[in-house]
C-alpha cells in the first residue's frame, strides 16, 4: 500500500513537470504558438485521467483536474479563441466524473465542479460580457455552461446521491450549480429569459422521462430546477405588473406538484415562489399609489390591476392553506409552522384587497368599512388562534381615531354637528365597535389575551354612553344641565340594571348627587329651567320612594342610594316652595329654615300608621319617607335642630319697626322655639338615641339659652336707655321662672340654669348697665328687679313649702 501512494506522487510529479514544460515552452518562450500548447495542456491532462484510472490513484486524478483546468488560463490573453476554454472545462468535467465514479469518490466531483464554477468566474474578466458577436464559438461556450449543469448539477448528482433520502451535502452541489447557471447565464447573454424557458423545459422532460427510474428524492431535484427557470424566465420576460401572478400561478403548480408526489424539495420552492409572488404584487400596489401620488394616473388605471393581483393573492393563499392543511399529508413540523405563517399573510391581503376596494369606490368615505374589516379579521384570529391578526384587527381602528382627531382640528371644535361628515361617521363607528367588541369575544373567542382588554373598553364605552349629550348641553344650553343630569342618572340606572357592574353603579350615584345639587343651585340663583329639574327629580323620587320597599332585588340594590335620599330631595321641593313665596332674603331664609326643621320633626315622630291618618297617597308617601329617613336618622335629628337655630340667629337682622318682615321674623323665632320645645318636652325617640352624644339636660339648657339670646336680641332694638334695663329684667323674670320650674323633680337642675341667669343680671347690671344708667334709670331698675326678686321668693319658699309637705 506504501509503494502504490509512492508510485502515484512519482506519477503525479511527472504530471506537474509535463505542465511546467508545456507552459515554458509555450507561453513563456514561444517556441510552440498558443492553439499548440492549448492542445498539449489536453494531452497531458487527458493522459493524468487515463493513468489515474488505470492505477487508481486520487492523487493523479486532482493534479490532472487541477493542472488541466487552470493551466490554459495563461494561455487567454493570447489566444484568438478564448471561448473554447469553457468547451474544454467540459471536457476535463467529464473525465472527472468518469474517474470519481471508477474510484467512488464523490470528492472529486464536487471539487471539479467548485472549481471550474471559480475558473468560469475569473474567465469573465478576460471577455466583454454580455456576448455581442454570435459565432461557433460563442454558441459553444453558452451550450457548454448549461452543459456544466446537467453535467455536475443533474447527472452527478444522480450518480453519487443516496436513492432513499437527500443530505444537505448532496444538495449543495446542484443548488450551487443552479446558482452558477442562472448566474453566468444572464452574464453572457441578454435572451436569458428564452434559454431560462429552454432549460425549464428540459428539465419537466427529463422529469417525465426519467421519473419511473429514479428515486422520488432524485426526480423532485428535476421539478425543482425546472421551477427555477421557470421562475427566472418570467423575471425576464415577463411585465413586472404580471410577474407576481406567474410565480404565483407557478408556485400553486409546483405545491400541487409537491403534494401530490410527496416532495418536500419542491413543496419548499413553491412557498418560496409564493412568497416572493406576494411580495410582488405588494409592491405593485405601492408603486400604484406613489403613481396616483404624482398625478399621472386616475385612481382605477393606478390601482385597477394591483387589485386584481391582491384579489388573485388572496385566493391563491387560501388554495395553499387548504392544500397544505390536510391531515392526510405528511407535513413536516416547519411546514405546519409555514401553514400558520400563511393564514396571518391571508388575514393581511383580506384586509388589503377590501381597503383598496373600497378606496377605489371612494377615497373620501372608504375608511367606513373598517369596522367590517376589523370584524373580518377578529373572525379570522379567533377561527386559527392568529395573534397578529387579532392586534391588526385593534390595530386597524387608529384610522377611524385619526380621522375623528383630523375633524377636530380642522373645524377648531369637538361638537359633534360641526365636524365633517366623514368625522361623524368615523366617531360613530369607533364607539360602537369598541362598544361591541367584547360581545364577540365573549361568544366565539373567550379565551383571547385581548378579550379582558375588550370588556374594560366596554365598560368605559358604558361609562359615556349616559355622558354622551352633556358636554353639548353643557356649552350651548347650560341653563339645562340638571335636566340633562337627571336623564343621564335615568340613562346610566338602565345600564347598571342591564349591565350588572359596579362601576356603572357608582356613575348613577355620581349623577343622581351631581343632579341634585345642580337642581339647588339652579333654584338658588332663580333659574326658571332648575324649576323643571326639580319636577323631574321630584317624580324620579317619589315614584323610588313609593316603589323602593316592592321592587325586586336587582332594582332595590341600585336605587338604594335614591331612596335614602329621597326625603332630603323632598326638604328641597319644600324648601323651594317656601322661600319661592318670600322677596326678602332674611325673612325668606327664616322660614325656609322653619319649614325644613318642622318637616324633619315630622320625620323623626314616632312611624305613623295607616290608621292614624287619612289613607290615600300623601299617607302612604308620609310612611314611606319615614322608612327611607331611617337609614339616616342621625342626620335628621341634626338638620332638625341646626335648622332651627337659623330664624334666632337671623333676628340680628332686627331694626325697631313695625312691618311685615318683622312680625314674620319674630313669628319664626318664636315657632322655632315652641317646635324645639315640643321636642324636648316629648322627649321623642330622636332625644332617647342620641343621648348620649347630647343629653337631654343640654337640650334643655339650650333651649332656655336660646330663649335668652332671643328677648336680649329684642330687647336691644330699642334704645340702650330701654334696652339695658329691660334685658336685665328679662333675665331675672328668666331665672324667676325657671326657679318654679325647679320644683318638679324631673326639672330640678333648673335651679341651677336659674342661678346662672340671676348672676348674669346680676353681673350685667353692675358691671354694663350701671356705667351708662342715670340716676332715674338705677332707682327704677333696682326696685324692679328687687319687687321681682322678693315675689318670686316669697311664692318659691312657699310653694317649696307645699311640696314638703305633701310629700
Known sequence: MGMADFGSGIVGLGLILNYLCAYFIGPYFEIIPSSASFILLLLITLAGYGLSMRLDAKIIAIIALVGGSMAPMMLLSQSYAPL????????????????????????????????????????????DLPLTQWGGAAVLALVSINALFYLYGLFGFIVNSS?????????????????????????????????????????????????????????????????????????????????????????????????????????????????TGLALNLYAVLTGFSLLGL???????????????????????????????????????????????????????????????????????????????????????????????EFAAWLLLLPLLFSVVEGVTLTGSLSFSAQPLMAKLARIELFAALLLAHYWYRKHYPSSLFAQAAKQIQLGCYLLLPLILLPKVMRSYWEFTAVALW??????????????????????????????????????????????????????????????????????????????LSPYYFALVLAVLVYGFNRVDVVAWSMTALALSGYFALLLQRRIKHGSVQTGLIAHLAIEIQAAVRSSYSLAYGLCLGLALLPIMLHFELSLRLDLDNVLLILCELMALALLALLILHRGLAIRLHQRFLPLQWLKWGWHGLLALSYLTWSY??????????????????????????????????????????????LKVLLLDMASFELVQKVIAFMLIGVILLTVSYFYQKARNRLQEAN
Open 84 to 127: 473554447l476554454y469553457i468547451p474544454y472545462l467540459l471536457l476535463i468535467g467529464a473525465g472527472a466524473l468518469a474517474q470519481s465514479r471508477k474510484l467512488h469518490w464523490p470528492l472529486l466531483l464536487e471539487i471539479t465542479a467548485f472549481l471550474h464554477i471559480a475558473c468560469i468566474e475569473a474567465f469573465s474578466y478576460f471577455v
Open 163 to 275: 436513492t432513499t433520502s437527500l443530505s444537505h451535502r448532496a444538495l449543495v452541489l446542484p443548488i450551487a450549480l443552479l446558482a452558477f447557471a442562472l448566474f453566468e447565464i444572464t452574464q453572457f447573454t441578454p435572451f436569458a429569459g428564452e434559454i431560462f424557458i429552454a432549460n425549464a423545459l428540459v428539465c419537466a422532460g427529463l422529469y417525465v422521462k426519467l421519473k419511473s427510474r429514479l428515486a422520488p428524492s432524485q426526480s423532485s431535484l428535476l421539478l425543482v430546477f425546472g421551477g427555477s427557470f421557470a421562475a427566472f424566465a418570467a423575471l425576464y420576460l415577463l411585465s413586472h405588473d404580471f410577474l407576481g401572478l406567474v410565480l404565483i400561478l407557478e408556485a400553486l403548480l409546483l405545491l400541487w406538484i409537491g403534494l401530490k408526489e410527496k416532495l418536500i424539495s419542491v413543496r419548499a420552492e413553491a412557498y418560496v415562489l409564493l412568497l
Open 295 to 389: 398625478g399621472e394616473q386616475t385612481p382605477v388605471a393606478a390601482l385597477g390591476f394591483p387589485l386584481l393581483a391582491l384579489a388573485l393573492s388572496t385566493a391563491a393563499l387560501l388554495f395553499v392553506i387548504r392544500q397544505i392543511g390536510n391531515d392526510e399529508l405528511p407535513l413536516s413540523r416547519l411546514e405546519r409552522q409555514l401553514s400558520y405563517l400563511f393564514k396571518e399573510f391571508l388575514s393581511g391581503f383580506y384586509v388589503a384587497t377590501l381597503l383598496l376596494a373600497a378606496y377605489l369606490v371612494s377615497s373620501d368615505y372608504y375608511l367606513t368599512i373598517i369596522p367590517l374589516v376589523s370584524l373580518l379579521l377578529l373572525y379570522l384570529s379567533g377561527k386559527d388562534k392568529l395573534m397578529v391578526s
Open 487 to 564: 336623564l343621564s342618572s335615568l340613562f346610566s340606572l338602565a345600564l347598571a340594571y342591564v349591565i350588572k357592574h359596579k362601576a356603572l353603579e357608582i356613575e348613577t350615584k355620581i349623577l343622581t348627587w351631581l343632579a341634585i345639587l345642580t337642581t339647588a343651585s339652579l333654584c338658588l340663583f332663580e333659574v326658571w329651567q332648575g324649576l323643571i329639574a326639580l319636577l323631574i327629580g321630584a317624580l324620579v323620587m317619589g315614584f323610588v320612594l313609593l316603589r323602593y320597599r316592592k321592587l325586586a332585588k336587582p332594582w332595590a340594590s341600585l336605587l338604594t342610594l335614591q331612596w335614602q
Open 717 to 762: 332694638a330699642f334704645d340702650n336707655m330701654i334696652a339695658a334695663p329691660l334685658s336685665a329684667i328679662l333675665l331675672v323674670v328668666h331665672g324667676s321662672v325657671l326657679m318654679f320650674i325647679s320644683l318638679k323633680p324631673q326639672h330640678g337642675d333648673m335651679i341651677r340654669l336659674a342661678a346662672g341667669l340671676f348672676t348674669l343680671a346680676t
